[in-house]
């Protein structure tokens, strides 16, 4: 199954490469309960899906999506009904599942899009920068036999305002 995560508007620093926000600030939960997290739009998203807000900071929770309760709210359950933490407005929102292969396309790009394996990847290849496309290139990373690695695996780093296609195989 292809999961498309769509055309992705860079930001000119590091971001997860199945990257989102929280479209309203999070409170604090003693983790027993459904969290909506509020986004854009849902459509990106599948119940049973792993999802990790703030990730990289000490501030991290791993949520996993319930339902879809609306176009823009996702019913998650802490992982591990675990205490979660209070999180800001426009929080990265990570998505985190397994899949053979991630697969990227530029579409409109200015400049290379550089990957990492974290948030120090730059948009000059600099900190765990491992990959690049160049504009109009393609870049793909994985095993098309096997659910090897995880969407939350690779990071990217480009010009702000630059547009990539970005999706993951599904086995």
């Known amino acids: 199954m292809i999961r498309s995560w769509a055309v992705t508007t860079l930001n000119g620093s590091a971001q997860p490469v199945f990257g989102d926000v929280t ?32 990730p990289e900071l000490a501030t991290q929770d791993t949520l996993l999506v319930d339902h879809i309760v609306s176009g823009t709210v996702l019913a998650c359950r802490s992982e591990g009904n675990k205490k979660t933490n209070a999180h800001t407005t426009s929080a ?26 974290d948030n120090t990847v730059t948009n000059a290849g600099g900190g765990s920068a491992f990959g690049y496309i160049y504009p ?3 870049y ?32």
């Open 140 to 171: 793909s990373i994985g095993n098309p036999q096997y659910n090897c690695q995880r969407t939350s695996d690779i990071w990217m780093a480009g010009k702000n305002a630059d547009t990539i296609g970005v999706a993951a195989i599904v086995l």
């Open 23 to 54: 479209t309203a600030a999070l409170a604090a939960t003693d983790g027993s309960l459904l969290i909506n997290v509020p986004v854009a739009s849902t459509t990106r998203y599948e119940a049973g899906d792993r999802i990790v807000i703030d």
């Open 92 to 117: 990265i929102i990570q998505l985190s599942i397994a899949c053979s292969q991630i697969l990227t396309q530029g579409f409109s790009l200015s400049a290379n899009v550089y990957f990492g394996s």
């Open 136 to 138: 109009a290139g393609a």
